[in-house]
């Protein structure tokens, strides 16, 4: 599995990442932890489409990009894997998250 760190391969986070993305994809109303939209309007157009077309899925994101003991939330694959430009997402966004997190 090149390109896929030790982390994202470990079995532990795997599961609990299937966990988040199977809930997600379970309930309608789930919004994204981080544009906080649904599914259906998640993507740069918000049409529920990536930007190369294809439709949005259900990932498990991590609330602090790079931090591997971060909380995971879902996240739509817009967000994930787009979004290398992290000052979007604020300390107050990140605090918000983990507490619903948490719980």
């Known amino acids: 599995m090149p ?5 994202h391969r470990d079995a532990g986070f795997r599961r609990t990442a299937r966990l988040v993305t199977e809930a997600a994809d379970a309930n309608p109303h789930t919004r994204c932890w981080r544009c906080r939209r649904t599914l259906d309007h998640c993507g740069p157009h918000g049409d529920g489409r990536n930007a190369n077309g294809t ?21 739509c694959s817009h967000c994930n894997r ?12 990140k605090i918000d998250a983990a507490r619903r997190w948490r719980g």
């Open 55 to 75: 439709p949005c899925t259900w990932d498990a994101g991590h609330v602090v990009a790079g931090d591997n003991n971060s909380p995971i939330r879902a996240e």
């Open 82 to 93: 787009s979004s290398q430009d992290h000052d979007t997402v604020t300390d107050a966004d």
């Open 3 to 7: 390109n896929i760190s030790a982390h």
